[in-house]
């Protein structure tokens, strides 16, 4: 058969659609300085400019945006001689970070989708290893994952432009991969979490054959990098929605890949306090966000792995061995395993150990043992984490109690520890996790 020429291909593109100005409710006003500053600058310099993926997504929702990504058809090099504030990054494709103070501006240049690929590479065996193709923006914007994420915002001339369903998506309120669902799971993975993420932060039902092959692809996640799987579950669990990604996780059995250890309790214990604890945890976190307080990771990584900790540790006691003994060892296997996994690192593994050693101190109230520990770095984490073993139903309600009455007799340093951001400055390095 004959190939088709080039006008034949371009003709069986499909045409976007185009929203004007006048047709939609994104206005310069609601979009981030800096990032007008890029694509204005872009532009003077002849380049086009466009806002993509969440935050047009974000703001034709009427929310705020998180972050507002770029995309344009300059080369990275040719973005970097237009920015003396940026540079290069990135091992698996180029992109340019534009730093403005604290505040950085993600520039792409627009990619071909090998195949139907996404941003990350090309396609072997199915799964993408590397890309640096660059194309034009009806290359880029098949290598996306869901058509919600896919529509792009022209600074030229403030268009809304949609080649692939997204803006109906949107309003149906409808999770849609791009493209055959099978086929971009296996290009990569990471897309299973994502779709459930997406899900709930944006209150969206997930398209029928988007969510059909989920639950048989479970699996395809142990091939995702455990730094990567870090990143990723960090977004899970720190986006304001824990508790929710938390449970449609569980429903698509995707918790089970990420936290195989905590899942064969919580499966044991189905209806008990221990789930209860891990609710807790994660509305607490979603409340502290909510209310712009921090969150440390360490704290949720001390709530995930609790169970299977106490489990191996009660073990432990039974066959003899000291309590304190038993929790570091319970530890370490907890840990080793756990990592092998998703890479937590080094300063947060740190932290939850030492909340959890903590809950032993803690039970100390004797002589100068409660004062000493008010001291304690941690102090304050152990004590939330106490108060949560007690609306858990553990049998520490009197003890959570006589603590919350020291302190207010003792309430010197105590709110300054809370809010220290103390993870991560250890000066010692350790080689345990
Ligand atoms: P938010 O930043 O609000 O979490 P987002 O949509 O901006 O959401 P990012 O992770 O910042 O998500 O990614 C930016 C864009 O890059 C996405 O909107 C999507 O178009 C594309 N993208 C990101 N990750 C993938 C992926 N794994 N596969 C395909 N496209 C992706
Ligand atoms: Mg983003």
Same mark, same amino acid.
């Given at each position: 058969?004959?190939?088709?020429?080039?006008?034949?291909?371009?003709?069986?593109?499909?045409?976007?659609?185009?929203?004007?100005?006048?047709?939609?409710?994104?206005?310069?006003?609601?979009?981030?300085?800096?990032?007008?500053?890029?694509?204005?600058?872009?532009?003077?310099?002849?380049?086009?400019?466009?806002?993509?993926?969440?935050?047009?997504?974000?703001?034709?929702?009427?929310?705020?945006?998180?972050?507002?990504?770029?995309?344009?058809?300059?080369?990275?090099?040719?973005?970097?001689?237009?920015?003396?504030?940026?540079?290069?990054?990135?091992?698996?494709?180029?992109?340019?970070?534009?730093?403005?103070?604290?505040?950085?501006?993600?520039?792409?240049?627009?990619?071909?989708?090998?195949?139907?690929?996404?941003?990350?590479?090309?396609?072997?065996?199915?799964?993408?290893?590397?890309?640096?193709?660059?194309?034009?923006?009806?290359?880029?914007?098949?290598?996306?994952?869901?058509?919600?994420?896919?529509?792009?915002?022209?600074?030229?001339?403030?268009?809304?432009?949609?080649?692939?369903?997204?803006?109906?998506?949107?309003?149906?309120?409808?999770?849609?991969?791009?493209?055959?669902?099978?086929?971009?799971?296996?290009?990569?993975?990471?897309?299973?979490?994502?779709?459930?993420?997406?899900?709930?932060?944006?209150?969206?039902?997930?398209?029928?054959?988007?969510?059909?092959?989920?639950?048989?692809?479970?699996?395809?996640?142990?091939?995702?990098?455990?730094?990567?799987?870090?990143?990723?579950?960090?977004?899970?669990?720190?986006?304001?929605?824990?508790?929710?990604?938390?449970?449609?996780?569980?429903?698509?059995?995707?918790? @089970?890949?990420?936290?195989? =250890?905590?899942?064969?309790? %919580?499966?044991?214990?189905? $209806?008990?306090? #221990?789930?209860? /604890? &891990?609710?807790?945890?994660?509305?607490?976190?979603?409340?502290?966000?909510?209310?712009?307080?921090?969150?440390?990771?360490?704290?949720?990584?001390?709530?995930?792995?609790?169970?299977?900790?106490?489990?191996?540790?009660?073990?432990?006691?039974?066959?003899?061995?000291?309590?304190?003994?038993?929790?570091?060892?319970?530890?370490?296997?907890?840990?080793?395993?756990?990592?092998?996994?998703?890479?937590?690192?080094?300063?947060?593994?740190?932290? @939850?150990?030492?909340?959890? =050693?903590?809950?032993?101190? %803690?039970?100390?109230?004797? $002589?100068?043992? #409660?004062?000493? /520990? &008010?001291?304690?770095?941690?102090?304050?984490?152990?004590?939330?984490?106490?108060?949560?073993?007690?609306?858990?139903?553990?049998?520490?309600?009197?003890?959570?109690?006589?603590?919350?009455?020291?302190?207010?007799?003792?309430?010197?340093?105590?709110?300054?520890?809370?809010?220290?951001?103390?993870?991560?400055?250890?000066?010692?390095?350790?080689?345990?996790?």
């Amino acid at each position: 058969m004959h190939k088709p020429g080039p006008d034949k291909v371009a003709q069986l593109r499909p045409q976007p659609r185009v929203l004007s100005r006048q047709e939609h409710n994104i206005s310069r006003e609601n979009i981030n300085a800096n990032a007008l500053k890029v694509l204005h600058r872009l532009r003077n310099a002849g380049f086009d400019g466009y806002l993509v993926g969440g935050s047009v997504r974000d703001m034709l929702l009427g929310r705020e945006p998180k972050d507002f990504d770029v995309v344009t058809n300059a080369r990275p090099e040719q973005v970097r001689e237009l920015f003396r504030n940026s540079h290069l990054i990135g091992r698996r494709f180029r992109l340019v970070h534009v730093r403005f103070g604290q505040e950085v501006i993600e520039v792409s240049t627009f990619r071909t989708a090998h195949h139907i690929a996404d941003g990350e590479g090309h396609v072997v065996d199915g799964t993408i290893v590397r890309d640096n193709v660059y194309g034009t923006i009806d290359d880029d914007v098949w290598r996306r994952d869901l058509s919600v994420n896919a529509l792009f915002y022209n600074i030229k001339d403030f268009t809304v432009i949609d080649y692939v369903g997204g803006l109906q998506d949107i309003q149906a309120g409808r999770i849609r991969l791009i493209g055959d669902p099978e086929q971009r799971y296996i290009e990569d993975p990471v897309r299973l979490l994502r779709v459930v993420r997406f899900a709930v932060k944006l209150g969206f039902r997930i398209d029928p054959a988007t969510e059909a092959p989920i639950r048989g692809f479970t699996e395809l996640l142990r091939k995702i990098p455990p730094a990567r799987l870090f990143e990723e579950t960090l977004k899970l669990f720190l986006g304001g929605y824990a508790l929710q990604t938390f449970e449609q996780l569980r429903h698509y059995n995707l918790f @089970a890949e990420l936290f195989p =250890q905590t899942e064969v309790v %919580l499966t044991e214990e189905e $209806g008990g306090f #221990p789930h209860m /604890l &891990l609710v807790h945890a994660l509305q607490d976190t979603d409340s502290r966000l909510a209310a712009g307080k921090p969150v440390t990771p360490g704290y949720l990584i001390a709530a995930l792995l609790w169970m299977p900790m106490q489990a191996i540790c009660r073990e432990q006691v039974s066959n003899g061995m000291a309590e304190m003994d038993a929790v570091h060892f319970a530890s370490d296997v907890v840990i080793s395993k756990q990592i092998a996994d998703i890479a937590l690192p080094r300063q947060f593994t740190k932290t @939850a150990r030492e909340i959890w =050693q903590l809950q032993l101190r %803690l039970r100390k109230i004797q $002589g100068k043992h #409660p004062l000493r /520990l &008010l001291e304690h770095p941690r102090f304050r984490a152990a004590y939330d984490f106490l108060l949560l073993r007690a609306k858990a139903g553990e049998n520490v309600t009197e003890l959570a109690e006589w603590w919350t009455a020291f302190q207010q007799e003792h309430p010197v340093q105590t709110e300054q520890h809370r809010n220290k951001p103390t993870e991560g400055q250890g000066r010692r390095r350790r080689r345990r996790r």
